[in-house]
């Protein structure tokens, strides 16, 4: 059974850091995309960060380019959004995704939500001003 355990989200100020972690199960990490969205109240989810297992490419969503990395530890079977200079607007509940295999690249996939074939719960982050 495919499951996404992902957790790690709490409350920062703006300007501080978080480190969400999606911890996968029933798959391996052979060939897959490893999704990161979030949900603002009010908002549709949007994307926030792909990654593609097979040849380690990103992508991101420019909201975030150059404050988010994702990265991942195969080993662990986990997949991790290391958040930096955080913004009030960043709070929303955020939320893992796969797609195995992968339909389409990073950059696409980032964007287009439909593709995930499964969804994990979601961890809220709150940044104060």
């Known amino acids: 059974e495919v499951q996404l355990q992902a957790s790690g989200g709490g409350l920062v100020q703006a300007g501080g850091s978080l480190k969400l972690s999606c911890a996968a199960s029933?798959?391996?990490?052979?060939?897959?995309?490893i999704g990161w969205f979030r949900q603002a109240p009010g908002k549709e989810r949007e994307g926030v960060s792909c990654?593609?297992?097979?040849?380690?490419?990103?992508a991101y969503a420019d909201s975030v380019k150059g404050r988010f990395t994702i990265s991942s530890d195969n080993a662990k079977n986990t997949v991790y959004l290391q958040m930096n200079s955080l913004k009030p607007e960043d709070t929303a509940v955020y939320y893992c995704?796969?797609?195995?295999?992968?339909?389409?690249?990073?950059?696409?996939?980032?964007?287009?939500?439909?593709?995930?074939?499964?969804w994990g719960q979601g961890t809220l982050v709150t940044v104060s001003s």
């Open positions: 995704a796969t797609d195995l295999p992968p339909s389409q690249s990073p950059s696409q996939l980032v964007r287009n939500l439909d593709q995930y074939d499964y």
């Open positions: 029933g798959f391996t990490f052979d060939d897959i995309a």
């Open positions: 990654f593609s297992s097979s040849d380690g490419s990103t």
